[in-house]
């Protein structure tokens, strides 16, 4: 099975208490407080070796879609795997670069670049840009113009592929703000921008995918308008970044492929052509926990129970978002029959943060840890401090290690960038 298709980290373990990377899950939660993200390298780096080995032998190029997850730690252990980056900000890139990241391994990425953004991309040597419309392909042909040299591009296209997941991240279908519609790549490739040095095609279909004739069918669309394009220019375009989005297994229900069958549904991809693939969410998300603590519940009559845990929708935006689901247990309580229907609600002032619906759980009480599994994408990524609360802290376990890799907020933290005009003191 691959990491992508299980649930849980693959450290996981019940003792006295459920424990990750050999480290009790309640002990963190004492130690650190809660809410807490918790990253097993283990998991982390096991997933990175499936891709690997996956695709041995053929001439593809690992690039981690570093929106899922980008922090100084995860970055430095994805790069230790050999792994490039997909990325779609200053930040992203700075912190890759911070990470110790080889820069030519590092696609920008993104349908509105900055000016200062597309400056300091050169300026740190990113390898790769995947440029997504016109206005961007004049603005960066000027910048490298103005800084004499010639950036390598990647022309984003729409491929015109409907995959089955949520509205909100289907990004390869006709009618998507992302890239090039395929009736326009003979303008942009006409208009012959002296300093971008076209190398071939980039598109992305989606996230959290689960059909891999989605993925083949992207296969044959761009192999296809690459040798078009080579015959009518005269060129020789020999790239192609096929995006990422492979799903993973949030609940019992869900059926992701593993990272084998990927690679067996690309096995047809041309020898003569240098492949990118851009996993993300699949690379972080099984190693990724977080830890709450129990504190307030409520029975409505002759409906359901609430418990209300430390977090929410603050610090796990997607079940508001998107009406993800995930799967939990009782960190201090792994071998107490599960017995009781709850909800799992955040503390924040929203009717709609509500973590967990309908879920079994032993009897809770004030004071017990939740673990809520599957949190490494799209959780601390998409953080925010609504009710101007603290962000959590995350820690990374090995081998019953425990190690602070981001701080938690503190109260000085949210205000240490504001300021009160002295109009104001008076």
Not at 4 to 27: A, M, Y
Not at 161 to 167: A, D, Y
Not at 238 to 266: H, R
Not at 352 to 358: Q, S
């Amino acid at each position: 099975m691959s990491i992508n298709q299980s649930i849980k980290p693959i450290t996981t373990e019940v003792k006295d208490n459920l424990t990750i990377g050999g480290c009790d899950l309640v002990e963190l939660a004492k130690r650190y407080g809660t809410p807490l993200y918790v990253i097993d390298e283990a998991t982390l780096r096991g997933i990175c070796r499936e891709y690997k080995n996956a695709f041995k032998g053929k001439n593809i190029n690992m690039m981690y879609a570093s929106k899922a997850l980008c922090t100084l730690s995860t970055s430095a252990i994805i790069a230790s795997e050999g792994f490039g980056f997909d990325t779609v900000s200053i930040g992203e890139i700075y912190t890759v670069y911070k990470a110790g990241a080889d820069m030519s391994k590092v696609l920008f990425n993104g349908n509105n670049k900055s000016r200062r953004e597309l400056e300091l991309a050169i300026d740190l040597k990113v390898g790769r840009f995947s440029v997504d419309n016109f206005y961007e392909a004049e603005l960066l042909n000027t910048i490298a113009q103005e800084k004499g040299i010639s950036a390598d591009v990647l022309l984003r296209v729409t491929p015109a592929i409907e995959c089955h997941t949520h509205e909100y991240i289907k990004t390869g279908q006709l009618d998507s703000k992302f890239g090039f519609d395929l009736s326009q790549v003979d303008e942009v490739i006409a208009s012959q921008y002296s300093n971008l040095n076209i190398k071939g095609l980039h598109a992305h279909i989606g996230s959290q995918i689960f059909e891999l004739q989605s993925y083949r069918d992207e296969v044959d669309i761009l192999v296809s308008e690459l040798k078009r394009i080579n015959q009518k220019f005269g060129l020789n375009l020999t790239e192609l970044n096929i995006g990422g989005g492979l799903g993973v297994k949030y609940t019992e229900e869900d059926c992701p492929p593993s990272v084998e069958e990927l690679a067996q549904a690309l096995s047809a991809l041309p020898d003569d052509l240098t492949i990118y693939i851009e996993p993300g969410r699949s690379i972080i998300s099984t190693s990724g926990v977080t830890l709450y603590t129990v504190g307030s519940s409520k029975q409505v009559p002759n409906g359901r129970k609430y418990i209300a845990v430390d977090g929410g929708m603050a610090d796990n935006p997607r079940p508001a978002m998107y009406k993800a689901k995930y799967t939990a247990e009782a960190a201090n309580k792994p071998d107490v029959q599960e017995t009781e229907e709850v909800t799992i609600a955040g503390r924040f002032c929203e009717s709609g943060d509500v973590l967990i619906e309908n879920i079994t759980l032993p009897k809770l009480e004030t004071g017990d840890i939740i673990c809520v599994y599957n949190t490494g994408a799209y959780n601390y990524s998409m953080a925010s401090n609504y009710n101007r609360v603290e962000k959590p802290a995350m820690v990374l376990v090995n081998n019953s290690q425990s190690d602070i890799i981001v701080n938690r907020e503190s109260l000085e933290d949210l205000v240490y960038k504001e300021n009160i005009p002295d109009r104001l003191r008076r």
